[in-house]
């Protein structure tokens, strides 16, 4: 790597604050590659400044890409607490225009239109004695930059970070994750993976943030102010299941990160399966026998998800598989169950099973 | 004196005085058998405090099978855990009071009540209650525990806080007559709920004696002998008499010498678990209760090869009585139901290994016990009217066919006075 851009003077007094009016460009000087398909670009005002913004706020980028000026909202990944540079965390994405040019064109030492910053998704904002932080994909950029900050501070804040990705080999910043975990006394981290990726030696949770894990990961969640960030899909997930938790939402605050990794990461977002209808890619038939009605279920809902989706009431109390309420006799076809304890073996091997925690993996035929 | 009795309530007053009136050696005056007042203070103290037999194990066999209890006016849950435990509960939910399962038996994941779905699990846990709020704590709301003992087989509970301490006594004394017929690891081949429109009383001390065997049960005298349960001697049995104890000698002798303990123990009446046990000769070619004498089930139950084994009987203050033999078990529980209405359960037990069809049939293996019992429910049912009439008081007991009887009377009334003193 060329040596440092910019070497600042630690015995001058304090530089003066950043001004986007008259500090019309940044300069990257480090880029560095966090996954093989994430980059942070770091960028230094030109000559001595102090970077003053909230965690979580966002920077303007004004760029000229063939020959059209396209202005992209990016978060600040880096820590007003490190107040001389900014950065911040792209991920290459497929069709991603900006982020792609950004991957394929950045280079230390080149200028970048900015504007900024601003945004108020920040805990600084509204400071509590506990959080939950969502973040999925890259939308971990803004929750890193709090996280970062209260580590720089010495807050001995409750936290309990979840980052939610689509394999081990995604995972961001999982180092200084546990750096700070290992820091900070109350800060917790938790991974999900939607996949394996063979070979790692990855421990986290695998699957997809749904109720169950989450208050498995933070059982006191109701009592923490939640921040979220991540694709739309994930974000409507997490609104939706604290909302059927009876959180208290107004204290829940969530923030996109970047217009066009949230379009396009929606099609393979870690999502709650409730949600991301639009997402699945097979979906069965399933027919209530007496009622003579079908409706259609994908296989990453829950067959109860799916009726209550499709306007039936079928009787459900507990949703986890623990009452049986919603027990029913499958006359065909074949789902994946997850229960906790509403049903016995036998009754399974005689034909019954519990929608509210059955995945279908082929069309169904219930005696309903 | 008078200053406590105002304190009083009227049931105990009326317990007291009929308790105080008791004649030694006589049956029991009428309101024991028509009152509604006595029945509460059977309940309350009989029914409330002591172990009650109510159920096998094979009735429970696998975790998650449940069988409900009812009587008086409780109901009780048995439930096997995945700890292959057996827990009682009170049958009611925590939440309004629901009761819990009504059928008579079922199998269960969890406990979950029909009402609002509260879902307890088979410890009694609460682990699901919905629309509760945040701030709700489960911890206390568990369902209510019974005490459950299991005697090799026999399922009994007990109600009270403080169960009595000598049912130890009876397992230590009784587990080795029992055991080795393998209770649990036999299957309910049968199980016949009958209704008698008597008093509970009347139905335990008509159990208690076989004054009326000979002119009531052809069926039943066909494998009993008549002189296992007290004869008087003249000239005319002498003979008979004496051959039946040469017969209880030597297959006594036969059965020690086998490891199954046959000597009579009676604590009917010197006990708070009262019970009594004998291994009786069976007659004819001394197997089974059944019409010929002959086992009901060709597969015997546990490692026995001799199906001559007679009939090990055990009976239980204040509600149950048994017979095990080689080839099947039959167990007896009586439940009140009001004063003037009684349940008896039979159940019938084989080897779980015994193929219905092939080894034994229903028909043959419930024969002489349906017919006894519906001539017993007759007996007791006519012995309800007769008291009813007000013609009725209390009348002597034999000194040779109702010892057995004056034990389960001297029982309940040295029972009740100590608890309502
Ligand atoms: S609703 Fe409780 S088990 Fe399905
Ligand atoms: S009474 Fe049982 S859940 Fe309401
Ligand atoms: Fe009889």
């Given at each position: ?43 230094a ?25 396209i202005?992209?909202c990016?978060?600040?990944s880096?820590t ?62 803004p ?7 209260l580590?720089?501070?010495?807050s001995d804040a409750d ?26 006394p ?17 421990a ?16 006191d969640?109701?009592?923490?102010d ?14 939706g ?17 970047s ?11 870690p ?14 038939k399933i ?7 079908s ?13 209550v ?34 049903i ?10 519990l ?10 035929v219930?005696?309903? | 004196?008078?200053?406590t009795?105002a304190?009083?309530?009227a049931?105990t ?12 050696g ?8 028509l ?5 509460q ?10 172990w ?12 998650g ?28 939910c ?9 059928s ?13 779905q ?5 410890t ?17 709301l ?7 003992r ?22 230590a ?28 009383k ?19 005298t ?14 005319d ?20 010498g ?25 007659d ?12 009901a ?18 009976w239980?203050?204040p ?25 008896v ?10 193929v ?41 007991y ?12 001297n ?5 009740l ?5």
């Amino acid at each position: 790597m060329p040596t440092p851009f910019y070497a600042p003077d630690f015995a001058a007094p304090v530089s003066s604050p950043w001004n986007s009016d008259q500090d019309e460009t940044l300069r990257c000087v480090h880029i560095r590659q966090e996954t093989h398909d994430v980059k942070t670009f770091v960028l230094a005002a030109n000559g001595p400044r102090n970077f003053r913004y909230l965690p979580g706020q966002f920077l303007t980028l004004e760029l000229e890409i063939g020959g059209e000026k396209i202005n992209r909202c990016y978060t600040l990944s880096s820590t007003p607490t490190r107040p001389d540079l900014v950065s911040i965390t792209v991920k290459r994405v497929p069709g991603g225009t900006v982020s792609n040019w950004l991957h394929d064109n950045v280079r230390v030492g080149m200028e970048l239109g900015a504007m900024g910053p601003s945004g108020e998704f920040s805990c600084f904002k509204s400071p509590a004695k506990s959080y939950l932080f969502l973040s999925g994909g890259s939308g971990v950029t803004p929750l890193m930059s709090m996280a970062r900050a209260l580590h720089d501070l010495g807050s001995d804040a409750d936290i309990v970070f979840v980052h939610c990705a689509r394999t081990p080999a995604d995972v961001l910043f999982a180092e200084e994750l546990t750096l700070m975990a290992r820091n900070m006394p109350h800060f917790r981290i938790a991974l999900v993976c939607e996949q394996h990726t063979p070979g790692s030696n990855y421990a986290g949770h695998l699957g997809r943030l749904d109720a169950a894990r989450l208050a498995h990961i933070a059982p006191d969640f109701m009592q923490r102010d939640v921040y979220t960030c991540g694709p739309a899909p994930f974000m409507a997930a997490v609104r939706g299941l604290l909302a059927g938790a009876g959180f208290d939402m107004p204290r829940y605050r969530e923030e996109s990160f970047s217009f066009e990794t949230l379009v396009a990461d929606a099609a393979h977002a870690p999502v709650n399966p409730e949600v991301a209808v639009e997402n699945t890619e097979i979906t069965y038939k399933i027919d209530l026998q007496k009622m003579g009605k079908s409706f259609t279920c994908p296989s990453d809902q829950t067959v109860l998800q799916a009726s209550v989706a499709a306007g039936f009431r079928l009787p459900s109390s507990c949703s986890g598989g623990a009452c049986g309420t919603c027990k029913t006799k499958k006359i065909s076809g074949t789902v994946e169950m997850k229960h906790a304890g509403g049903i016995r073996q036998r009754e399974i091997d005689q034909g019954w099973f519990l929608p509210c925690c059955s995945k279908p993996t082929s069309d169904i035929v219930m005696d309903r | 004196m008078t200053t406590t009795n105002a304190t009083l309530s009227a049931q105990t007053l009326l317990t007291r005085e009929l308790l105080a009136r008791r004649r030694p050696g006589y049956s029991l005056e009428a309101p024991f058998y028509l009152s509604e007042t006595i029945l509460q203070t059977d309940m309350e103290h009989i029914f409330g405090k002591h172990w009650i037999f109510v159920a096998v194990e094979p009735q429970v066999p696998e975790a998650g099978d449940y069988i409900t209890v009812d009587f008086g006016t409780n109901s009780i849950l048995i439930v096997r855990d995945d700890d292959m435990n057996i827990q009682a509960f009170h049958n009611v939910c925590r939440h309004r009071g629901s009761r819990l399962c009504a059928s008579q038996q079922g199998v269960v994941g969890n406990i979950v009540c029909p009402y609002h779905q509260w879902t307890y699990d088979l410890t009694g846990k609460l682990i699901h209650a919905k629309h509760m709020g945040d701030d709700f704590d489960p911890s206390g709301l568990g369902l209510k525990p019974v005490h459950i003992r299991n005697m090799a087989g026999l399922l009994f509970i007990c109600l009270a806080e403080n169960p009595p301490e000598d049912f130890e006594q009876m397992a230590a004394e009784m587990t080795p007559y029992i055991a080795p017929h393998q209770l649990s690891q036999c299957k309910v081949a049968a199980q016949i709920d009958i209704v008698e429109d008597c008093n509970w009383k009347l139905t335990m001390e008509n159990n208690r004696e076989c004054y009326h065997c000979m002119s009531n049960h052809p069926e039943l005298t066909i494998s009993l002998y008549e002189y296992g349960f007290g004869y008087q001697p003249n000239e005319d049995n002498k003979a008979d008499l004496q051959r039946f104890q040469d017969i209880m000698a030597a297959n006594h002798e036969r059965w020690e010498g086998m490891g199954l303990p046959s000597a009579e123990i009676d604590t009917l009446d010197d006990r708070i678990t009262g019970f009594r046990t004998q291994r009786l000769p069976i007659d004819r070619s001394g197997q089974s209760q059944t019409m010929n004498a002959e086992v009901a089930s060709k597969k015997l139950l546990a490692d026995f090869v001799d199906p001559a084994l007679g009939g090990l009987s055990f009976w239980t203050q204040p509600n149950s009585w048994h017979h095990f033999m080689s080839d099947h078990i039959v167990s007896f529980t009586v439940l009140p139901i009001s004063a003037t209405k009684t349940l008896v359960r039979t159940t019938w037990c084989v080897h779980k290994d015994a193929v219905e069809g092939v080894d034994y049939t229903k028909e043959n293996l419930t024969a002489v016990w349906n017919a006894t019992n519906d001539q017993d429910r007759r007996l007791v049912e006519e012995s309800q009217i007769g008291i009813s009439t007000g013609a009725y008081q209390p009348g002597p007991y034999s000194p040779f066919t109702e010892g057995l009887v004056e034990k389960f009377c001297n029982w309940y009334v040295n029972r009740l006075s100590v608890l309502t003193r």
